[in-house]
């Protein structure tokens, strides 16, 4: 295929009580018909920049058209095979979470994440072709501080790592990842990892995203030619929404709120170097490497992916600064291209698994139904052993219906019946004993049929497979008709984007063929573009400035962020450099190692580590040096150790002390 720009959308949230409050005014600017996004400088009211992108949704916009827009044309190419991605960017507190969630459970007001499980859904669950299935797996991550976290894992605070494959790229190792058959187990999913995101509260957000959550949805095709060969196909929806960028001049973060802005800042800034890259023709080298959150989108970004941004934007005059940067972000993005394919035949496609699985389930139940072994060969159909009924349980001088009639009856029932034959003890006593044989082993099977009975369900009902009616009547034709209300607002958008392409396509054409009927009107015309290029050039001059100040001001949030970490550092090292021995602490500076993968410290056995001397102490290590191994300091110490001296043990281990202990018994001796 031939290389795709990245579409960008803008939207701008409504003013908020803050802003409101504040008495700002607005600084944007919106024609929607012509996807024109203005921004005016609150200080020069004159001053004003225009953008042009794909589409511009303003204040008064709903989630619907929204959707329409971004996600519906993109969900579609994902379930015929390709990949695709949006990702939210903006200031802090513009509405991102709010475009990419919603509120869930509400029609109106949900995001894009859960309507687009909503058009797979309906998609694959009305699908009429019984040749082609479709399999859904989900997984929810987020980078919190540089860390990865499982959101969708009981034990949020294991840190994941970033790992490499020459054929499948960057892949996060022992990530969850969960088949899904229908939108409630994806709302109970999607409900559950947002607990467990990171937020915090700042000055200019309440519930401001202290983490970039990255949603992914795999969606695997197989479908059967006419020889009965399976084709099968891979696409994946990565639903990014980033944290929003922070100036700690409006922010007021402080303490662990500053170290999460900066970290949050660090892989934005990362993620403009990687856009720059791109789009500037000259450089040979991306730094993709820079940041986790640009290696997970190293394929979204100038690799196999279909790719939409979305950048949200606050209408208030406070907010230009930070308006005007977002602005031209989003203006470098749509010059990014993509190399979108049809993934065929992907290495860790589940379906087959499944296929397999499912296989394997049914072939169980005819061995069952057949009375054979789950682990005997099945008959071939031309010898008619296939067609036999199971094996047919009897007991000497009982016939089979009577036999039948006695399975259903109680012990005491069946005893009664026998004595009334006047049969001999030993007689009823035999025919007893396989009776409850016979009823023991039909129990069993009927208990293991039921198992695969419930797995295969259970399976079945996580793959779609066309002609299935998995929908009810009313259903899918809700589902039929929420998808061509999709499709024709998409259809509308499109067709208005065709014609202001269109409209610009001949605006060029009047200017090449344009006859004049005087040197005058001819002289009038050239001084009028003459005039129209000369604004251009102010226009780029002006934003040479603007990137300058851009610059300083970002230099200025940058040193204000190092004053605070270095307040910080200095008071760790007043701590170390009073209250730790040198001696101590170079034992320290020689057992620590660095961790690139993890980007962080680490010293081995840190569990052995600290004052161990201490009687009473107990503490987790979850917090120690940032590093988890699962280690706690105990209350029962050894009582080798007992006759230490505590306070001047600032740094060892459990070899260290006890060594120690010898020493001092020794002297005693």
Same mark, same amino acid.
């Given at each position: 295929m031939p290389d795709e720009a990245v579409k960008v959308v803008v939207r701008c949230r409504p003013m908020n009580k803050r802003e409101l409050d504040l008495g700002c005014g607005y600084c944007i600017e919106m024609v929607t018909s012509k996807g024109i996004c203005s921004i005016i400088n609150p200080k020069d009211p004159k001053e004003r920049k225009d953008f042009t992108f794909d589409s511009v949704f303003d204040w008064e916009s709903e989630q619907g058209p929204v959707y329409a827009e971004v996600g519906f044309p993109l969900v579609k190419n994902v379930l015929d095979g390709f990949n695709g991605t949006i990702f939210a960017y903006g200031q802090t507190g513009c509405g991102k979470s709010f475009s990419m969630t919603g509120v869930l459970g509400d029609p109106r007001l949900k995001g894009i994440i859960p309507r687009a499980f909503d058009q797979v859904f309906d998609s694959v669950g009305s699908n009429s072709n019984p040749r082609l299935s479709y399999l859904v797996r989900i997984s929810y991550l987020e980078i919190y501080n540089e860390d990865i976290r499982d959101l969708l894992s009981d034990n949020i605070s294991v840190k994941l790592e970033l790992k490499e494959n020459p054929e499948s790229g960057v892949y996060v190792k022992d990530l969850g990842s969960f088949v899904v058959g229908t939108y409630a187990e994806v709302d109970k999913w999607m409900e559950f990892g947002n607990k467990q995101r990171a937020v915090g509260e700042t000055k200019m957000n309440a519930t401001s995203s202290r983490s970039h959550s990255i949603f992914t949805c795999n969606v695997e095709t197989c479908e059967k030619d006419d020889a009965g060969e399976?084709?099968?196909?891979?696409?994946?929806?990565?639903?990014?929404?980033?944290?929003?960028?922070?100036?700690?001049?409006?922010?007021?973060?402080?303490?662990?709120?500053?170290?999460?802005?900066?970290?949050?800042? $660090?892989? @934005?800034?990362?993620?403009?170097?990687?856009? *720059? #890259?791109?789009?500037?023709?000259? %450089?040979?080298?991306?730094?993709? +490497?820079?940041?986790?959150?640009?290696?997970?989108?190293?394929?979204?970004?100038?690799?196999?992916?279909?790719?939409?941004?979305?950048?949200?934007?606050?209408?208030?005059?406070?907010?230009?600064?930070?308006?005007?940067?977002?602005?031209?972000?989003?203006?470098?993005?749509?010059?990014?291209?993509?190399?979108?394919?049809?993934?065929?035949?992907?290495?860790?496609?589940?379906?087959?698994?499944?296929?397999?699985?499912?296989?394997?389930?049914?072939?169980?139940?005819?061995?069952?139904? $057949?009375? @054979?072994?789950?682990?005997?060969?099945?008959? *071939? #159909?031309?010898?008619?052993?296939? %067609?036999?009924?199971?094996?047919? +349980?009897?007991?000497?001088?009982?016939?089979?219906?009577?036999?039948d009639r006695m399975k259903t009856e109680t012990d005491e029932q069946v005893m009664a019946a026998l004595a009334a034959k006047n049969l001999a003890q030993e007689e009823r006593d035999r025919i007893m004993t396989e009776l409850r044989e016979i009823k023991a082993a039909e129990a069993k099977e009927a208990e293991e049929k039921a198992a695969i009975e419930q797995q295969l369900a259970a399976m079945q009902g996580k793959m779609h497979i066309g002609g299935v009616d998995y929908l009810s009547a009313h259903e899918s034709q809700v589902a039929k008709l929420r998808l061509q209300e999709q499709e024709l607002e998409q259809i509308r958008l499109e067709e208005e984007r065709v014609k202001r392409h269109l409209a610009q396509q001949e605006e060029n054409l009047t200017d090449v063929d344009k006859k004049y009927a005087s040197l005058q009107d001819e002289i009038n015309d050239k001084n009028t573009k003459l005039k129209k290029l000369f604004a251009r050039a102010q226009d780029v001059k002006m934003q040479q400035e603007d990137l300058k100040d851009e610059y300083a001001r970002d230099k200025t949030d940058i040193l204000d962020t190092i004053r605070e970490q270095t307040k910080l550092l200095k008071l760790k090292m007043l701590i170390i450099n009073n209250f730790i021995p040198p001696k101590e602490l170079q034992r320290i500076d020689e057992r620590a190692s660095w961790d690139n993968d993890a980007d962080r410290w680490r010293i081995h056995n840190l569990r052995l580590a600290g004052c161990l001397a201490r009687t009473g102490m107990q503490r987790s290590m979850t917090t120690v040096g940032g590093e988890d191994d699962g280690s706690v300091y105990t209350d029962d110490l050894p009582a080798a150790n007992a006759s230490l001296d505590g306070r001047k043990v600032f740094f060892s281990y459990e070899a260290d002390l006890q060594q120690a202990a010898r020493l001092q018994s020794n002297r005693r001796r």
């Open positions: 399976d084709h099968i196909r891979g696409g994946k929806l990565n639903l990014v929404d980033l944290a929003g960028s922070e100036r700690q001049s409006k922010t007021e973060a402080t303490g662990q709120r500053l170290k999460e802005a900066a970290k949050i800042n $660090l892989s @934005l800034s990362a993620l403009g170097n990687v856009i *720059s #890259a791109l789009v500037d023709g000259k %450089s040979t080298h991306v730094p993709y +490497r820079d940041s986790k959150l640009t290696r997970l989108l190293q394929d979204s970004l100038g690799g196999n992916a279909k790719t939409v941004m979305l950048t949200a934007l606050s209408p208030a005059d406070n907010n230009y600064d930070e308006g005007l940067s977002t602005l031209r972000y989003a203006n470098r993005a749509k010059n990014i291209k993509n190399k979108p394919k049809i993934n065929e035949d992907p290495k860790d496609a589940m379906i087959r698994q499944f296929q397999d699985e499912i296989k394997k389930l049914k072939e169980m139940l005819e061995r069952k139904g $057949l009375g @054979l072994p789950v682990d005997a060969p099945l008959p *071939s #159909a031309s010898s008619g052993a296939a %067609s036999r009924p199971a094996t047919v +349980r009897s007991i000497r001088g009982i016939d089979q219906e009577t036999l």
